[in-house]
């Protein structure tokens, strides 16, 4: 199975391509790192290889292969505004996004986290989603809270940093608006 084209208004999510890399750099500013635990902001090079690998991923699926990943630009009528995967690991499908500083706060991770779960639900027959937030990352507890997540647990890792589990299922989420 492909990654689909999901489209809610104005906001479209595709497949991303190697010449978003530049983007992909872009929006993942120093907060963004912060909030991934990365020691520092991806730069060109590294986001360029992260989307062959996807690309490549594409391919494969493509050839029958089942699908253990989904990747997508974020995109609206401004251009380029972000990321969205859905990861199958150990045993759960995980979710993990980012919006390009310039678009934040406006809504913009809240759709396409609805959009993709509510593939997720419908497109995968999943019953449930997963995610997981630094506990400081106000503005992404915030969207998680919108779509319906709700908080299953706390873990502290190897750095220290408080992650807190979020489970979306299927059976309760609210419908795209």
Excluded at 50 to 78: C, K, M
Excluded at 146 to 151: C, E, Y
Aim: charge should be negative; charged fraction near 30%; glycine fraction near 10%.
């Amino acid at each position: 199975m492909r990654t689909p084209r999901l489209v809610a208004d104005d906001l479209v999510l595709e497949a991303p391509d190697v010449a978003d890399a530049e983007d992909w750099s872009d929006a993942q500013d120093d907060e963004c790192a912060r909030w991934f635990g990365w020691p520092c902001r991806p730069g060109v090079e590294r986001c360029r290889a992260h989307l062959e690998r996807v690309a490549n991923d594409l391919e494969r699926v493509a050839n029958d292969a089942e699908p253990g990943s989904f990747t997508w630009a974020i995109r609206s009528p401004a251009g380029f505004t972000g990321g969205i995967d859905l990861k199958l690991h150990e045993d759960r499908w995980i979710v993990s996004y980012f919006v390009h500083p310039a678009h934040r706060g406006r809504g913009i991770a809240t759709r396409a986290l609805r959009l993709v779960c509510g593939w997720a639900f419908d497109g995968l027959d999943l019953d449930v989603v997963s995610t997981r937030v630094r506990a400081g990352n106000a503005a992404s507890l915030r969207v998680l809270a919108k779509v319906g997540f709700r908080p299953t647990g706390k873990e502290t890792g190897d750095d220290g940093h408080v992650e807190v589990f979020h489970e979306l299922a299927g059976s309760t989420r609210p419908r795209a608006r």
